[in-house]
Nanobody, 118 residues
Framework: QVQLVESGGGLVHPGGSLRLSCASS????????IGWFRQSPGKEREWVSC???????RYSDSVQGRFTIARNNEKGTVELQLNNLKPEDTAVYYC????????????WGQGTQVTVSS
């Protein structure tokens, strides 16, 4: 079973930035659809962003204009740049392989914790 590994989370002040990375243990993610999701304490997991196999990009309304998804082809990863972070962005962030539909995800990785606090 393919496993993705998320990294790059941390503790930042409101307005700060982080860059999250999604990598596979065995192959580059260059031609795969990759989704980013997050789950805040006490809330359901929600979709954040998606990059399709043809590099079409979408964002949820809550992060549009602040987050940027992009492929790092040199590293074979997909990154999510988080700018102008807000306390409500605090969550565990997960990436998924091959789908951006939460109902189609059958397993989740460990995720990476993002905490936005003053």
């Amino acid at each position: 079973q393919v496993q993705l590994v998320e990294s790059g989370g941390g503790l930042v002040h409101p307005g700060g930035s982080l860059r999250l990375s999604c990598a596979s243990s065995g192959f580059p993610l260059r031609y795969y659809q990759i989704g980013w999701f997050r789950q805040s304490p006490g809330k359901e997991r929600e979709w954040v962003s998606c990059i399709s196999a043809s590099d079409s990009i979408r964002y949820s309304d809550s992060v549009q204009g602040r987050f940027t998804i992009a492929r790092n082809n040199e590293k074979g990863t997909v990154e999510l740049q988080l700018n102008n972070l807000k306390p409500e962005d605090t969550a565990v962030y997960y990436c998924t392989l091959g789908t951006c539909n939460i109902e189609m995800v059958d397993s989740w990785g460990q995720g990476t914790q993002v905490t936005v606090s003053s």
